[in-house]
């Protein structure tokens, strides 16, 4: 029987930890200094617990047809949910990754390992300074680019601006998609300004989101979906049905009164996404 609980101090002096799932067989929940980063069921990598990634898979199943490999870029690892959920839903699939930490790598991939067939490549370093670093062949060929990097609780500046999200979305497919993680709570002002941002830099947005994160009624994430050709207005209803509920997907007059007011955020503006409230998301260390 493996421990419930395993920890390790990694970068920056935080400390992870491995907290096996006792509701759910095979299944295990990273924490970054308290701070629930990932859900991972080994037995079942099409498992996504968290409703913000199940958010991102469903858009993830509809940019090719079921089963096609794809070429995915991920910034920021966690536990590597979304790219093990890739493989196990689109085998063949070409995946990269940009982590700034090793050392929680490491701890991941001691404890929770992944398939070692499947074609997942890891690079080191801030994921801003990486993007000039990564493969040429990338230009103009990624499929998916999920943007996910926390220190901790909080988004960095650097990974924001107008300036960032262009040149992450250099890497895209004209009708590739780009997927960020946004945690806000009211009155909302970094998620409506990511939003104004995504869509300056990348091109037409979605966001989806639990209904009462997007009404700003309490802290959460808002999954912002950004495509240089546009979101196809045929995903919108199987994004909306495939939920989870209650479930807002945002466009058109919706989408224009979430943002009304905010400007693209760049490099001079930038300051990151906000602090949770405490016990939002946080975990005892016991």
């Avoid at 990564?134 to 609780?153: M, R």
């Amino acid at each position: 029987m493996p421990e419930a609980i395993r920890r390790r101090t990694v970068g920056g002096g935080l400390v992870a930890e491995i907290r096996a799932d006792r509701w759910r067989r095979g299944s295990h929940e990273l924490i970054l200094d308290g701070t629930p980063q990932s859900h991972v069921n080994l037995e079942d990598p099409t498992e996504l617990a968290y409703e913000y990634v199940r958010r991102m898979g469903n858009v993830i199943d509809l940019v090719r047809p079921p089963g096609e490999a794809i070429t995915a870029l991920h910034l920021g690892a966690g536990g590597l949910t979304l790219p093990r959920y890739i493989d196990a839903t689109r085998p063949g699939s070409r995946q990269q990754i940009v982590e700034i930490d090793p050392a929680l790598v490491d701890f991941v991939r001691e404890e929770l390992p992944w398939d070692r067939r499947a074609s997942i490549r890891i690079r080191y370093g801030d994921a801003r300074e990486q993007l000039g670093r990564l493969p040429a062949g990338l230009l103009g060929a990624v499929d998916v680019l999920v943007v996910d990097v926390f220190a901790g609780a909080r988004t960095p500046p650097q990974v924001t601006s107008v300036e960032f999200y262009r040149e992450a979305a250099a890497r895209l497919r004209p009708d590739g998609v780009l997927l960020a993680n946004i945690a806000d709570g009211p009155p909302q002002p970094y998620a409506r300004g990511q939003a104004s941002t995504i869509r300056e830099a990348v091109g037409p947005v979605v966001v989806l989101a639990e209904s009462g994160v997007f009404k700003g009624r309490r802290f959460g994430n808002l999954v912002i979906a950004a495509s240089p050709g546009g979101i196809p207005e045929a995903w919108l209803s199987p994004l909306y049905a495939a939920g989870p509920h209650p479930a807002t997907v945002a466009v058109d007059a919706e989408l224009q009164r979430f943002i009304a007011g905010t400007r693209p955020v760049t490099d001079a503006t930038a300051t990151g996404s906000p602090e949770p409230g405490r016990g939002v998301f946080r975990f005892s260390s016991d």
